[in-house]
């Protein structure tokens, strides 16, 4: 792994920008945010920015900057969590000198001139504290909370597949470095609003459960009116679902209007779910994908698609 070469072109630069995927999760903004704060935590005259799409619910994670004019030529790009350069948010990476990639996606393409990817790593936020401990990076408890938080929310709590001795080692070894509070972190997670619970009963009323395992509901816009919810209330609802027996996979497809799409959580207990998500513009890991199907009759593909998966799988 490129830790330490990483750590030589973050020396190199003065003016760094780090950018993460488009709709992002705690943990892609916890990667990118928390790299910046330890940049400059560590090299305080150094020029860091954190670029993309700001996320009002996530707040609590820091806020992202406006970039600057800068000179792109002697720049350089770190991008987090990210595996393929059309889900960059924010950033042209063809203009930087240099191009870095740390992820922990499976691999898409190769788009950065140094890539670290480990897809066995639970997430994106775990690389970033494995560059800081094995580079020997000062820490402190504001940079360590953004960073346990990215790995706390990609793990569902520890709870996921690629939750490894590493993962558990890296999060008690900064929360020793930083004296880290992690408990009070949690709030900022798991607080849900009694809309967003009035709306997960609805979720389970109507819910369809398919023969084979699979799991699915369509939720138009009226019905996202009706209960003064938005299109992301059912994914942050999914993990709710993915623990239930008799289902093998769960797919939530809720009507976005804004931006034109059905946007589609997909969760698998077994069955590898990313490569049918990546015909409905989608991807994401083999067990917990997104995708972007333009109509309810794509939708209804994907599903018979995803239906199959759950027969054939033993
Ligand atoms: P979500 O259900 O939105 O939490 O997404 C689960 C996983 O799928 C995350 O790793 C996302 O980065 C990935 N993902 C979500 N939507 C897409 C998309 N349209 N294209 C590729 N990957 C996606």
């Given at each position: 792994m490129c830790y330490k070469k990483i750590a030589r072109e973050i020396k190199k630069y003065n003016t760094i920008v780090i950018a993460r995927h488009i709709g992002p999760d705690p943990d892609a903004l916890g990667s990118s945010i928390g790299l910046k704060e330890l940049i400059l935590y560590n090299f305080p005259k150094k020029q860091v920015y954190v670029i993309g799409a700001p996320a009002s619910r996530f707040r609590y994670l820091g806020n992202v900057d406006k970039l600057p004019e800068i000179d792109y030529h002697k720049a350089l790009l770190i991008v987090t969590d990210t595996p393929d350069a059309k889900r960059i948010d924010g950033a042209d990476y063809t203009k930087f000198h240099k191009v870095i990639k740390i992820d922990h996606h499976p691999f898409i393409e190769k788009f950065a001139d140094i890539e670290l990817i480990?897809?066995?790593?639970?997430?994106a936020s775990q690389l970033i504290i494995e560059l800081a401990k094995i580079n020997h990076y000062k820490l402190n408890e504001d940079i360590a909370s953004k960073l346990y938080l990215g790995v706390v929310a990609d793990t569902n709590r520890f709870l996921y597949?690629?939750?490894?001795y590493k993962t558990l080692e890296l999060a008690a070894w900064l929360i020793k470095e930083t004296n880290l509070n992690f408990t009070s972190l949690y709030d900022n997670l798991y607080t849900k609003s009694l809309k967003e619970i009035i709306f997960s009963g609805y979720i389970s009323l109507n819910m369809q459960i398919t023969d084979n395992g699979l799991a699915y509901i369509k939720l138009s816009d009226d019905i996202l009116k009706k209960y003064e919810v938005d299109s992301s209330t059912a994914g942050n609802l999914i993990e709710n679902y993915n623990n239930v027996d008799k289902i093998k996979v769960v797919a939530f497809c809720s009507e976005d209007k804004g931006n034109n799409y059905i946007k589609c959580s997909i969760r698998s207990k077994?069955?590898?779910i990313n490569e049918i998500a990546s015909h409905y513009n989608g991807g994401g890991h083999i067990y917990a994908s997104g995708a972007r199907p333009k109509t309810f009759d794509e939708v209804d593909k994907m599903l018979e698609e995803l239906d199959k998966l759950c027969q054939n799988f033993e």
């Open positions: 480990d897809d066995k790593a639970s997430s597949e690629y939750t490894s077994g069955p590898i």
